[in-house]
């Protein structure tokens, strides 16, 4: 029922007629939201007018009203910005952690969507011109992959240009800041951009010949060293650990230093993420990049190939970290480098997009011929974006494909923005001539 229901919202299916809150206050939907697919609220920013007043927040969805105490998002931080709750039943009030009462309404599920549910799903999964793709000519395809690539590298140069403002015009702390961003990997990139912005790089670089102060500013920025940080079951464990107490004790000293203040460690989010990708070894990783001089703008400059890319970003954990995955709690050893894919979608993400911003910055063609030259070396994506239109019947055969497909499904299908779009015109176009036959 639940998943019923989030589709119902999504795409606003919502009944005929007025709906109000439990409240009797009438509710106006402007903007649903922005679905999301980890831990926290259902949709984001979402836009919703309740009464006279027009809210811009969250919404949680869920089959009854209660299941919000049975999911504890009453304790949960995360949930504090949620503007309505909506339910297919509401069976009692909600409050948030912070003990403010959250607007309700029931949301009845049209008896036609419930007919057509699993049909209206599969529909959702595939982007409407999908029977049309097959038929496309390579030159048609290609000519449009090409722009949607180009796209994609001038939006991300926008955001590394806003990043570049944040950071005082120093290129080498804006890719810093945006090796950390995609160092969380979807799921933490809002809370590893946002400690990127707490290290001061002209103070760090005083220590980076010690690995261990490094460690201990970055484990420290991140909030990781605060036990509240560590899960119950691992905390008495932690807290006696000989490794765990020096770095607190490192970061302490360095803190005072440099007047370092740490984010707030319930922004980062664990729920539903392999080890692997915990921050504590994301930070470690980070931290011995960092120390073998492999975290600069510089070093990706100077890089000709995509094999000596993913040599310069290629890294591993300390020590500790070799048989840990958070602080406590031992695991069996392994050298916790990044993988293949890893590599991979940092090389994406973050090197390419620089290299191609700071060319156009400098006017320098020649950066951005090879960053376009660095994607074709590169393997596609594998995600469900790029494996949808693999579906479809178009081949992708390298990250430049991969890139251009992502640009066309985010900036274009999710958008409904289909009189823009190339495969769309063709699609339309057949669709007005099998009408006149």
């Not at 955001?159 to 570049?164: A, D, F, K, M």
């Not at 191609?356 to 020649?366: I, L, M, T």
Request: aromatic content about 10%; hydrophobic content about 35%; charged content about 25%.
């Amino acid at each position: 029922m639940e998943e019923l229901l989030h589709y119902v919202w999504k795409h606003k299916l919502f009944p005929l007629g007025e709906m109000k809150t439990t409240d009797g206050l009438p509710v106006e939907v402007i903007d649903t939201g922005l679905p999301n697919r980890h831990a926290g609220p259902d949709f984001f920013n979402a836009k919703v007018r309740i009464g006279e007043t027009l809210w811009v927040g969250n919404v949680e969805i869920h089959g009854q009203a209660s299941d919000w105490y049975r999911h504890g998002h009453d304790h949960d931080p995360k949930y504090d910005n949620v503007v309505l709750h909506v339910a297919k039943v509401v069976d009692t009030e909600v409050r948030t952690a912070n003990g403010h009462s959250i607007p309700q309404m029931e949301l009845p599920v049209p008896q036609s969507v419930t007919d057509h549910y699993q049909e209206l799903v599969a529909t959702d999964h595939r982007v409407p011109c999908h029977q049309v793709i097959p038929l496309l000519s390579p030159l048609t395809v290609h000519g449009w992959l090409s722009a949607l690539l180009i796209e994609r590298l001038e939006r991300k140069t926008q955001s590394i240009g806003e990043r570049l403002a944040r950071c005082e015009g120093s290129w080498e702390a804006a890719y810093f800041s945006t090796l950390a961003r995609n160092y969380g990997f979807g799921v933490n990139g809002d809370a590893f951009e946002a400690w990127a912005a707490t290290i001061p790089l002209h103070a760090v670089d005083h220590h980076r010949d010690d690995l261990f102060q490094i460690e201990a500013i970055f484990m420290g920025q991140a909030g990781l060293l605060q036990p509240e940080a560590i899960p119950e079951r691992h905390r008495a464990d932690a807290l006696a650990d000989g490794y765990f107490s020096r770095l607190q004790r490192e970061y302490q000293y360095l803190a005072h230093k440099f007047g370092l203040k740490p984010i707030d460690c319930h922004q980062w989010r664990f729920l539903r993420l392999r080890p692997q990708n915990f921050p504590h070894i994301r930070l470690s990783q980070l931290a011995r990049l960092y120390y073998e001089r492999r975290a600069g703008l510089s070093q990706v400059l100077a890089c000709q190939s995509a094999k000596e890319l993913a040599d310069t970003l290629r890294t591993s954990v300390t020590p500790y970290w070799q048989n840990h995955y958070t602080f406590g709690a031992p695991c069996e050893p392994s050298d916790k480098t990044l993988s293949a894919a890893s590599l991979n979608l940092l090389m994406i993400n973050t090197a390419i997009p620089m290299l191609f911003a700071y060319g156009r910055h400098k006017g320098a063609e020649a950066l951005c011929d090879r960053a376009y030259s660095l994607l074709e070396e590169l393997r596609a994506e594998d995600n469900h974006i790029v494996r949808m239109w693999r579906e479809c019947g178009l081949k992708v055969a390298h990250a430049g494909d991969s890139q251009a497909l992502i640009q066309l499904k985010t900036e274009y299908c999710d958008r409904k923005d289909c009189l823009r779009c190339r495969f769309g015109y063709e699609f339309i176009k057949g669709k007005k001539g099998r009408g006149e036959r």
